[in-house]
Every structure is written in structure tokens, then in C-alpha cells.
């Protein structure tokens, strides 16, 4: 295994620091992208069935997401925790956080093996399966869940990788899982000739290998070692852990909420062809969101870590620098998508139809996507600084409480039909980002401005 180079979180400058951690994260998230969408891409050029195929596929995204909701429960639940215990000096709490969360990991992963597998064709079903693609989703979401343990131990683990100052490790897990399905994905669907389910196999193959090697860097090589020798569940840790964590677990589980709600309103008024023109622009918004993912949480150890501390100058800059540079960013990305939507689409699928289908859809749906921006900042600053009830309630407001209410209503409003689908989410960009921006504003960042902040 190759040395860990630590970032010190208590020295040097702030935008240095998040850099050095946004940096080696911005090419694990992108990898991890393609880790994500690289089935998308081959699944879309099968001969003669990319588009029924592409549109299965998209069924199984909410259960998908599902699992990595609960991921992000234990894993970005705890790795905040995890860096303000290490500020403090604390590495026994440190310790005990990271443990007790893979404990919950595992013993989640098997029951959601269990329940998808025991569930999945009424699940499919309700989701917007047709006879047509039903088999396509169900040949790929029975070996995906197989490998759910696989996919919780790699996702859950990764941050308290990050939080520990190990950024470039953290990037190499991603990149291991990466170039493993880059690789054996075409071999599988085509070679193999197993279509959607070669897909799948490569997948579950490169989690495997992503989970053994954090496994093997956080038993043997980081600085808070992964070790169940003598380990009792401290219910009291995994509930501070499940607390912070339901922020993140919210986001996810809303967006598979709205999966659902958008997968059952455009086959009421599109058919399948919209439900695969909803899979490419939600690959599409994978990849424009990505390098603002990766600087929000390359400054979430900074913050927390500075926060513990007690160097709230350090913090108020480091939420600052983020803010802006995510602003920027989005705004430069959103142009690029207004102006050349069809190179983006066509990255996964030369249909005709469901170019056509896809160009005036993927304006509507990104339309603001710059507001984006306030509520990745609001949400990072909220989750880092351990004030998991606004983040919690700014999940649950911008997905719950807007876009899903929103794609079931406004179809039936002027004939807007799947153009109302798509409208909903920029509405929620700019109401749900604004608000949480706005209330971050108000409150954590004016404590951080008394010489005493509310702990």
C-alpha cells in the first residue's frame, strides 16, 4: 500500500487546506461518477435494446439510492464527529465513533440484502416497471444487492478515511472500484453477452475490492485503527452518530422519494421513453454536481476539525471560501448545459428519439441550477458544524416537502404533462437553496462571530 500523506487541519492557510482535501476527493468523486455511470453508458449502446435496457436500469435507481442513503446514515453521520473529537485531542471518542458506525454498517447491509431481495418485484412495480422493463431491472437488482455489504463498507467507511487528514487514500478506494468496473464492465455485457446483469456482476465485483481496501488501510496503516477486540455497541454513540447522520441519510432518501414520484408520473404521461430520458439527465446532474460535492466535503474536516478547536476565524473563512467557489462554479456549468445540452446527452445515447425527448426537458430541469450552490454550502456548514436539526429539515424541505408534492401536481396544471416533471426541480433549487443559505447565515455563522458560539 502505497504511504498516507496527512493533512495537518491546524496549520497552514484555510483555502490551502480544503484544497489539499477537495482536491484528491474531487478525483475520488469523479471516479466514483464513473463508477456510477460508466453501466449507464455501456447499458445505453446494447444493440437493438439500449433505450428499454437504459429505462430498466433507471427503475432501480431509488433502491440503489436507498442503500447509499444508509450509507451516508453511519458514514457521514459520524466522520464530522469523528474530526471534532480529533481537534479536541480525543482520539479514544474518535475511535469509538468510527467502530461503532461500521458495526451499524454491516448489520444494516444484511438487512437490506434480505429485505431488497424478499421485496424487489412489487418494489420494482411501484416504482414504473413495465412488462417490457421489468426484466432488465430485475436482472440487475438482484446481484447489485448481493453486493450491498460490499457497497456499505466502501461508501460508509471512505469518510473517516477523509476525516483522519488521508485524503489521497480516500481517492484511491474510488479509483480502485473505478477503473475495476471500467474494466470489467464491457466484458461482462458484451463479452459475456450478460447484458444488464454482466453490468451488475462487474459492480458488486468493484465494491468488493474497494471494501477490502479500507478494510486493509483502516485495520493496519491509519492513525485511528478499525479494531473490535473487546467491542460492546454503545447505543449512545450510534444514536449522536444517527443524529448528524440523518441529514445526509434525508438527502438520500428524498432523492430516491422523488425518483419514485418522478419514475410513476412520466410513465402516466411519457411512457418509458421519458423514464430513460430521466435516468440520462440524472447522470447528467451526477456529473455537473460532482466537483461542488467535492469541495463542500474537502471543507467539511476543515471546518469541523478547526471547530473543535475552537479557531472559529478559521471556520467562518473556510465557509466562505466555499460558498463562493461553488457559486462560481455552478454558474459556469450551467451555461455549458443550456448551450450544448446534446454533447452531455449523447455521452449516453445516440437514440433519436430519446435525444429529441431529452434536449427541451434537460433545460427545464437545470434551469437555476446555480442556486444549487447556497444549499451545498448551507448543508456542509450545517453537518460539519454538528447542528444536525437544520440540516435534517433542509433535507427533508427541498425534496419531501417541494419536488415530490410538485411532480405529482403540476402534470395536471395547463397541460404541462412531463414538462411539469422536470419543472420541480428547479423551483426547489431556488426556494430550498435560499432558505437554507439564508437560515445558515443567521444563525451558525453570527454565533461564530460572538466570542463564545453556542456549542
Wanted: glycine share 10%.
Amino acid at each position: 500500500m502505497l504511504k498516507a500523506k496527512q493533512i495537518d487541519f491546524s496549520g497552514g492557510q484555510v483555502r490551502q487546506n480544503i484544497v489539499a482535501a477537495a482536491s484528491p476527493m474531487l478525483a475520488a468523486q469523479i471516479l466514483n461518477l464513473l463508477y456510477n455511470i460508466i453501466d449507464r453508458i455501456y447499458i445505453g449502446k446494447i444493440p437493438g435494446e439500449g433505450t428499454v435496457a437504459l429505462a430498466g436500469l433507471g427503475l432501480c435507481f431509488p433502491i440503489i439510492t436507498m442503500i447509499a442513503a444508509f450509507s451516508n446514515l453511519f458514514g457521514i453521520g459520524g466522520a464530522p464527529l469523528c474530526s471534532i473529537a480529533m481537534g479536541r485531542k480525543d482520539t479514544a471518542e474518535a475511535k469509538k465513533i468510527m467502530i461503532n458506525a461500521y458495526f451499524m454498517l454491516l448489520g444494516t447491509g444484511i438487512l437490506l440484502t434480505i429485505l431488497g431481495i424478499t421485496f424487489q418485484r412489487p418494489l420494482l412495480y411501484l416504482f414504473g416497471a413495465s412488462g417490457e422493463t421489468y426484466p432488465y431491472a430485475a436482472g440487475y437488482m438482484t446481484i447489485y444487492l448481493l453486493g450491498t455489504v460490499f457497497v456499505m463498507t466502501s461508501l460508509g467507511l471512505n469518510p473517516y478515511i477523509n476525516s483522519q487528514g488521508f485524503a489521497r487514500i480516500g481517492m484511491l478506494t474510488v479509483l480502485l472500484g473505478a477503473v475495476s468496473n471500467i474494466v470489467l464492465d464491457p466484458i461482462f455485457i458484451f463479452v459475456f453477452r450478460l447484458g444488464v446483469k454482466g453490468a451488475a456482476i462487474a459492480t458488486v465485483l468493484s465494491q468488493f475490492l474497494s471494501a477490502a481496501w479500507v478494510l486493509r488501510f483502516l485495520t493496519k496503516k491509519a492513525e485511528l485503527k478499525l479494531d473490535f477486540r473487546g467491542f460492546r455497541a454503545d447505543f449512545a454513540c450510534i444514536r449522536k452518530i444517527s443524529f448528524l447522520g440523518t441529514a445526509s441519510f434525508m438527502m438520500s432518501f428524498t432523492d430516491s422519494l422523488v425518483q419514485v414520484a418522478c419514475n410513476a408520473m412520466l410513465q402516466s404521461f411519457g411512457g418509458d421513453i421519458y423514464i430513460g430520458v430521466m435516468t440520462v439527465i440524472n447522470s447528467i446532474r451526477q456529473i455537473a454536481q460532482t466537483p461542488v460535492g467535492a469541495l463542500t466535503d474537502g471543507a467539511a474536516p476543515v471546518i469541523s476539525y478547526n471547530y473543535g478547536a475552537k479557531k472559529y476565524d478559521k471556520v467562518r473563512e473556510a465557509v466562505k471560501f466555499m460558498t463562493r467557489s461553488g457559486f462560481f462554479y455552478t454558474m459556469i456549468v450551467w451555461g455549458l448545459l443550456f448551450l450544448f445540452p446534446q454533447f452531455f446527452i449523447h455521452i449516453f445515447t445516440q437514440e433519436t428519439d430519446l435525444v429529441k425527448a431529452a434536449i427541451p426537458s434537460m433545460h427545464i430541469y437545470f434551469f437555476g441550477f446555480v442556486m444549487m450552490a447556497f444549499q451545498f454550502a448551507g448543508q456542509a456548514t450545517f453537518k460539519s458544524l454538528n447542528r444536525a436539526g437544520y440540516a435534517v429539515f433542509f433535507s427533508i424541505l427541498r425534496k419531501a416537502i417541494i419536488v415530490a408534492p410538485l411532480t405529482f401536481l403540476l402534470p395536471h396544471i395547463a397541460g404541462l404533462g412531463v414538462k411539469g416533471v422536470f419543472l420541480a426541480e428547479p423551483i426547489s433549487n431556488l426556494v430550498g437553496g435560499l432558505a437554507c443559505y439564508i437560515t445558515m447565515r443567521l444563525t451558525v455563522m453570527k454565533e461564530l462571530n460572538d466570542p463564545l458560539p453556542k456549542r
